[in-house]
């Protein structure tokens, strides 16, 4: 997935110059001239400009002198009409306040609308703007607040308005800055806005409070990394939306590598919430090739502060259309996830529904496609009625396409139940060295035996359910259904039987879809989504309970193994902790695989699903007695010249925390554990190194010896190459 590295606002614009292109963008061809002195009214129908006794506006040439004191106060006393202006000119520009990297994204007060506007429930309509600025197209183009108080765009209908622009485009309003709150606009009739970057039938890009809006709107999203398209607005930083509607209409994005669509808000980025919203009837169609993020409500959404998750709360989207293509990654019915916090980081801004009802459809999709959230892993927690169906992408003709390729193999591949294979007596010291690098050795057994019990579970679908009404869990990993072993072979799957029989079916494939939808459940005292993706495969003829196959996305070459589900009913296989096929989810490993491969397996397995949120004390004392703790530099001379200025440096503290210096900067933060394997005292076992930034361990077995120069050398082998670090 694509990341993006800067805000909404600057989007694809990294150029301080071309921001400032857009200073002084001018009046419109009938500007208005001096305002009149104050009590006079010979330019306004009324009022003084001041907070008490706002200008009064009663014809469109009035409307247009706002632009001529950007910092008063106004109030509609009429309904106004724009169609004979071909090309209005937005109100108050954006050009940065200063020059410094800081102040990029922060409105001039001298070119931005910074007084108040109350359109007391009149309509403006026939807007037409078709801006040359880089950013800020709408009724408004920039608004911001000022330390002298809050601004403010609200209290009116638009109609038919035609806005189209480059970044930043809304109907009224392009850019809503800090301390002006946008409230009570309704955008109805037939309304088109055209753009690259920040979209939005009320408001291209917002960094205050959006309530009480309802919107509809077609809206088209330009060119290649087009991006942030919604019918309330199009994306939106730091602050909340409430109460808003999108009726109808749709948005459109033809590009390659867009991102961030939604019916109501494409991108409510750091939004602390989203509460009592709807969305209804509107389609969103996203073409091209690599695109990202696009959902019911929002596209994505989120904070980076897991203690304090956004809040989508109350919210309804209801029969909404999104189609995709079939390379677009992370697409939800609700939302389609979090946003990457920074270039490198896998950290995604979280949030939590409360009390939400998704229905419509998604078609299409590569990666993490699902009925209500794209990708799980942002959600704490999901409480929403219903989801959207989910449909396949036209299937390719030529090819079978999705993982199935991959798991078959050049050749097909056989496959036998994996933890009949690595549970056996033979490789329990596999099991036991990883888990006691983690835990010590003194609880490694009972450790070994808690992760086992949990997948080797006998009972699935309605008993599993009932057994585990009360709480806990454990999986049936086993194949079913008098299976014993699975060939994958080119567009076939041949099951042989432990009665001896054997039948062979050709399968199509359907695309991506997903499994868990909403479904949570309690992991190490936390709530996690049970939702993953799979590739989904259907038998060319009547196949019983091999109708389907879904395959995740583990291969023997990543993995060492894969992981699937198979039944007579698709809908059906789509609960994972509900219904006939709950608590179950088939593991499989070639019958040829060698014994690095099944110790691999083993590791992947022990890692990914231990507890690292604190080293028992055992683990301490073992990682202590090994010799582990201090300050390490590491050998890089024979890694080439380009490594000869570079200092490489791991620091591990008696609490089994390190950090990793490289040239003074740190680049690393993780927890350490290591266990002396096989013969007790030869300086050999495995290490564990689990970071604190990316959430995952990894292993490599260790020599510690001593050098000639009397020096202790740690040595890691790793599947990437062999690193020797000198302690110091």
Not at 80 to 90: E, F, K, R, T, V
Not at 415 to 440: E, K, M, Q, R
Not at 592 to 615: G, K, Q
Not at 632 to 649: I, M, P, Q, R
Request: glycine share 14%; net charge negative; proline share 3%.
């Amino acid at each position: 997935m694509k990341k993006k590295t800067i805000s909404l606002l600057l989007a694809a614009l990294v150029l301080v110059s071309i921001l400032s292109a857009c200073a002084g963008t001018g009046p419109s061809a009938t500007p208005g001239g001096d305002l009149n002195e104050p009590g006079t009214g010979s330019l306004f129908a009324g009022g003084t400009g001041t907070a008490d006794d706002p200008w009064q506006i009663a014809t469109a040439e009035q409307l247009d002198r706002v632009r001529d004191d950007l910092t008063a106060h106004y109030v509609l006393i009429a309904d106004i009409d724009l169609s004979g202006y071909d090309n209005w000119a937005p109100i108050g520009a954006f050009q940065p306040l200063s020059d410094a990297p800081e102040d990029a994204e922060v409105p001039h007060p001298d070119y931005a609308f910074t007084g108040t506007f109350d359109g007391a429930g009149h309509t403006v309509s026939k807007l037409k703007v078709a801006s040359e600025a880089p950013m800020g197209a709408g009724l408004f183009g920039c608004a911001s607040g000022t330390e002298n108080g809050a601004a403010y765009i609200g209290n009116f209908t638009l109609k038919d308005v035609n806005v189209s622009g480059a970044y930043l485009v809304g109907g009224a309003v392009g850019l809503q800055f800090m301390n002006c709150p946008v409230s009570d606009i309704q955008l109805v009739g037939d309304n088109k806005l055209t753009g690259m970057q920040g979209i939005g039938g009320i408001v291209g890009t917002g960094f205050d409070l959006i309530s009480n809006c309802i919107a509809t709107a077609d809206i088209t999203v330009l060119g290649d990394d087009g991006a942030c398209a919604g019918l309330i607005a199009g994306g939106t930083t730091m602050s909340s939306i409430k109460n808003c509607e999108s009726i109808g209409g749709s948005i459109r994005a033809e590009g390659n590598a867009t991102w961030g669509f939604g019916a109501l808000c494409g991108a409510p980025w750091g939004a602390a919430e989203m509460t009592d919203c709807r969305a209804s009837g509107t389609e969103i169609t996203v073409s091209g090739e690599n695109n990202r993020l696009v959902g019911g409500l929002a596209g994505f959404c989120g904070t980076y502060d897991p203690t304090a998750p956004a809040q989508i709360s109350g919210c309804t989207v209801e029969d909404v259309t999104i189609v995709v293509s079939d390379t677009t990654d992370s697409v939800g019915g609700l939302v389609g996830a979090g946003k990457e916090m920074m270039e490198g980081s896998d950290v995604m801004s979280s949030f939590a529904i409360v009390g939400c009802a998704v229905s419509g459809s998604i078609t299409g999709g590569r990666d993490f496609v699902d009925a209500v959230v794209g990708d799980p892993a942002c959600a704490v927690s999901v409480d929403c009625e219903g989801g959207m169906t989910v449909h396949a992408a036209s299937a390719d003709a030529e090819s079978l396409g999705g993982i199935f390729p991959s798991v078959a193999g050049d050749n097909g591949t056989t496959y036998v139940s994996l933890f009949d294979v690595i549970i056996s007596d033979t490789w329990t010291p596999v099991w036991t060295d990883y888990v006691a690098a983690v835990v010590g050795e003194d609880y490694a057994a009972d450790m070994t035996s808690a992760l086992q019990g949990a997948i080797t579970s006998e009972l699935y679908g309605e008993a599993a359910v009932a057994a585990f009404a009360d709480g806990g869990y454990a999986f049936d990993c086993d194949f079913i259904n008098g299976a014993e072993k699975i060939t994958f072979r080119d567009d076939t799957v041949t099951v042989e039987r432990t009665d001896g029989a054997a039948e062979t079916h050709t399968y199509e494939y359907l695309g991506k879809y997903s499994v868990g939808g909403t479904e949570t459940m309690m992991y190490q005292g936390t709530e996690i989504s049970m939702a993953f993706p799979v590739d989904v495969y259907k038998s060319a003829n009547e196949a019983g309970e091999f109708n389907y196959f879904l395959l995740r996305e583990d291969t023997m070459e990543e993995t060492y193994h894969i992981e699937f589900r198979y039944g007579r009913d698709l809908e059906e296989l789509q609960g994972y902790l509900v219904g006939p096929y709950a608590y179950w989810l088939a593991a499989g490993i070639d019958e040829d695989a060698d014994e690095e491969t099944i110790c691999r397996v083993i590791a992947l397995f022990c890692l990914e699903n231990m507890d690292y949120s604190a080293h028992t004390e055992a683990a301490l004392k073992q990682l202590g007695e090994l010799g582990f703790a201090g300050t390490w530099k590491a050998d890089l001379s024979g890694f080439g010249e380009e490594y000869a200025s570079v200092e490489l440096s791991m620091t591990i503290d008696e609490n089994g925390h390190g950090i990793t210096l490289m040239n003074g900067a740190q680049t690393a933060d993780f927890e350490a554990y290591a266990v002396d394997s096989g013969d007790k005292g030869d300086g050999e076992g495995i290490y564990v190194a689990y970071s604190n930034l990316e959430y995952e361990a990894e292993a490599a077995p260790y020599t510690i010896t001593v050098n000639d120069d009397g020096q202790t050398v740690l040595t890691l082998t790793a599947d990437d190459g062999i690193i020797s670090w000198i302690l110091q």
